[in-house]
């Protein structure tokens, strides 16, 4: 099972852009489906943004247009290019495995990793 390691966060002002960055370590992602989910006080988990082996993505409603989840099977490493960003993306950001749906990601249990974390004032 792959170890998953989110990094890249910061705090920017409205309209600011982030890049996050998973780094994975002990299993290929060539051909797994992976995702981002963010968790902050009162809304709980909310899957963002998920993409399959071929690449194909799929994103929450809120952030369509503005963010864009990639992979680099080179480098085992998953990305979300983050744009536009306004104060309710604030939250901590986490990488996972679960499906190919950002809806896989809702309410997803489990311990994955430590997150980071992306502060947006308005």
């Known amino acids: 099972q792959a170890q998953l390691a989110a990094s890249g966060g910061g705090s920017v002002q409205t309209g600011g852009s982030l890049r996050l960055s998973c780094a994975a370590s002990g299993s290929p992602l060539s051909y797994t489906c992976m995702g981002w989910f963010r968790e902050s006080p009162g809304r709980g988990r909310e899957g963002v943004a998920a993409?399959?082996?071929?690449?194909?993505?799929d994103y929450l409603d809120s952030v369509k247009g503005r963010f864009t989840i990639s992979k680099d099977n080179g480098e085992n490493t998953l990305y979300l290019q983050m744009n536009n960003l306004k104060p309710e993306d604030t939250a901590r950001y986490y990488c996972?495995?679960?499906?190919?749906?950002?809806?896989?990601?809702?309410?997803?249990?489990?311990?994955w990793g430590q997150g980071t974390q992306v502060t947006v004032s308005s």
């Open positions: 996972a495995t679960r499906g190919c749906s950002h809806r896989d990601y809702d309410a997803l249990l489990g311990y």
């Open positions: 993409i399959d082996s071929d690449g194909r993505a």
